[in-house]
């Protein structure tokens, strides 16, 4: 769920690219400050897992399937700022190497996906972990999903009303929110339960390999 | 400047100048240049193109001429000032991929350029371990496996990532340090 290119007029993608250059520089920092020389590798490494997890089947009733986001998994466990940047590079890479996703929606979809999910995961995980750690997961996760796709649905249902001609007509995005909101919410809150289940599974396994290791 | 740095520049640039441009003619004619200067990869890029933008254009497409159809206004033009502009940006972008190494073009910056030379071979070894996983999946099931199960199989590869991420990340900076790379 990233918007492609062509969608998003200049005045919105332009400021999202100053706001995200700003926050990159902030994760950048914190990153540097919290790590020490390993730190690219370690980066290279998470960016590559980000890569991986938004690869992941999230399984649907019925034997199909869609892509995960991996986004909780990345922000429980690694913290919402590593979490933005990995995912922001994947989001880069993807555009750059890839050609899937968007050059011009970059910003928006890194914010949006990297950092407003990253943020939704941890603060959920951060207040619920202390009442039951596998509902903090679950919710953590479906907020990665659902936060994301509101914003998404905001930005491109905005579109009509900040880019059209003298007569009215679109010139990007046509919908406005009446139809985005329900058209992403409705389905990604659905979806959020799935990433939900997906996320405290991973984490559990994880700790299995942890303690494996360990033993 | 270093000729893929220049066409960084360049591709970025004319990025931005496309979503200023409202007028289909005006991107129909842009979009032959491009296919022009494309020369023999322009069917194959074309195709690409296509079939990357075909599912969300036709989605947003088919829903924009159903609403203008319920309203009774004329949706032509938008739909094809929108799928034109989204061809074009699609379109010049593959063809930056096919002509420009980005790797040489952000050499400007060592950390940026290890960055993402080293995510970039891991993401590619990942995605063999991952299709991998999905292979192992298929062959060990006689019938399709049940929606727990498949929700299982799923956690554990996110799992396994995770654990060889930090490994990889650990292997990766013992190679950068006996190379002499912290100490710059």
Known sequence: ?215 | MKRDRLLLVLYLAALVAVTLVHDPLALALGLLGLLLLAGRSAPRLLHRSLRVILVFNLAVSLGYALLAHLRGFSPWETLLLLNLRVLFLTLLTFLFISRVNLFSALDFSPTLSWLLALAYSQALSFQRAHADFRLALASRCLERPRLIDRYRASAAAAAWFMDRALATARDSALALRARGFFDA
């Not at chain 1, 996760?141 to 936060?147: E, L, T, Y």
Request: charged share 5%; hydrophobic share 60%; net charge positive.
């Open chain 1, 1 to 215: 769920m990233h918007i492609p290119d062509g969608f998003l007029s200049p005045q919105t993608y332009l400021p999202a690219y100053a706001l995200a250059a700003g926050l990159w520089w902030v994760a950048a920092r914190r990153l540097r400050s919290q790590l020490d020389a390993e730190r690219l590798p370690w980066l290279a490494a998470v960016t590559a897992l980000a890569f991986v997890l938004m690869m992941l089947a999230l399984p649907l009733p019925g034997g199909s399937s869609v892509h995960a986001a991996g986004i909780a998994l990345l922000a429980v466990n690694f913290g919402i700022w590593t979490s933005f940047m990995a995912v922001s590079l994947v989001l880069a890479m993807q555009a750059l190497l890839f050609g899937v996703g968007g050059v011009t929606a970059l910003a928006v979809n890194a914010l949006a996906l990297g950092l407003a999910g990253s943020a939704a995961a941890g603060l959920a995980w951060r207040i619920f972990q202390p009442i039951h750690a596998g509902l903090a997961l679950i919710l953590a996760g479906w907020a990665s999903v659902v936060v994301p796709a509101a914003i998404i649905a905001v930005v491109l249902g905005i579109q009509p009303v900040i880019a059209h001609d003298p007569t009215g007509r679109p010139l990007f995005f046509p919908f406005g929110l009446s139809v985005t909101l329900p058209a992403l919410l409705i389905p990604h809150a659905l979806l959020g339960l799935g990433e939900g289940l997906l996320t405290w599974l991973g984490t559990l396994t994880l700790e299995r390999l942890r303690l494996r290791h360990v033993a």
